[in-house]
């Protein structure tokens, strides 16, 4: 049997009550994205003919995630507490599939952020989705916490580190970031709560039809109790705002988010908490990237995907100093010329062969659709990071080694060690410009647009 014909046998029997005997399933489709989660649309459909379309997501062991129990158990307390969340039909472990199955109700509407913050037929609804958002948060942080949610308390910053630091030392801009946040506690909020975890645009469906424009919120596994400005926070990073103007999920502002929040939560997060979780969201992404990376590098996985995420960790160091208002030095620099001769290896050399590959991909995988075309654009980019550092690395780490000469730091490494520890803070503008300049120099490497 097939991924597919697996998923499906497991649907139909995970989905209970919902799909009696004598049931199949059709249209069976795995969807794009889903670096932790396999997510499947298919129908079920009944002996006397009708359709029950569901959505089935397929667990992969993954320390970072919720069971899917305890997904499940999250989305039935929010629906309860009245947040518009997926029903779920069933959630069970399943032999054949390698993992655990949670069946839900497949909702109606749009996820992908660059149509929800670009296409015509939401131009109504965008207005309104950072006011709706804070009001879906607040009533996912008034549900009943369910026993099986994990509640870790202590120091999130502390938290952070031990849930992801995974025995790395921090890329220097993240490193500025956390110290930061460790220096510079946030307000405490009212009480802790049941929190999503993974509040975002792409877990927001999106609906003309739905209420103030929000149809479902979707992908638990990062479900827990903490405080609830975690969300808030997690929704205004940059990294979420897919190029769109607000600083809402790109579609609105903190403002109008908070003042929907305070409609329904009865009390009005300060900007300040929202500020210091918004750093913290940005840091987190920053360390997750590294995890998922290590996923591969660690030899446990292969996925293009998962490696070419570890990159953009450069991004995140960005917004960090963003956020802090450090200025970044100007990192362009025009590519090497093309030698005029070929060296030991020959022709074609390795940019001949990068633009063969890159050739293909355009005319060929990335033409295609679902998760095929998803990862053969991953792909693409994969390609394009390397042939950019191909034309500039050498000189990049010339430069960069100069201002770590001038502190008495051999890399990167110690250059973060600094950071964290102190050690050069007589010199900080000079530790602060060092790092700024590594950062300008692998975000023109890893995302130039950014």
Known sequence: MSRADDVAAAALAVAGGAVPAGSRA???????????????????VLPDGAVVPVVARVARADALNAALDVEADA??????????????????????????????????GETIARRILRDEAYADVRPLLA???????????????PASVPDVVGDPVDLLVAELGGGHVPPPGLAVGLRWLREHPPPASPARCLVHGDLRMGNVMVSA???GGVGALLDWELVHVGDPVEDLGWLCAKVWRFGGPGPVGGVGSREELLDGYAAVAGWRPSGEALAWWELFATVRWGLMTRVMADRVLDAHEESVELVTIGRRAAEQEHDVLLHLGVELPDASLAPAPRPSGAGVHGVPTAADLLDGVRHWLVSGPLAGSGAAGFEARVALTALDVVRRELARGATDDAA???????????????????????????RWDAVLAAVADGVARRLAVANPRH
């Open 26 to 44: 059709d249209d069976v489709r795995r969807l794009t994205g889903g670096a932790s989660r396999e997510t499947w649309s298919l129908d079920l």
């Open 75 to 108: 989305l039935r307390s929010a629906a309860a507490a009245g947040a518009p969340v997926p029903e779920v039909l069933g959630v069970a472990p399943v032999a054949a599939v390698d993992g655990s199955v949670m069946v839900m109700r497949r909702e109606v």
């Open 131 to 145: 006011r709706r958002l804070g009001e879906v948060a607040a009533s996912v942080h008034a549900a009943a916490v």
């Open 209 to 211: 039809e739905a209420p």
């Open 400 to 426: 960069h080694a100069a201002l770590l000469d001038d502190l008495g730091l051999a890399d990167d490494l110690a250059l973060s060690r600094a950071v964290l520890d102190g050690s050069s803070d007589d």
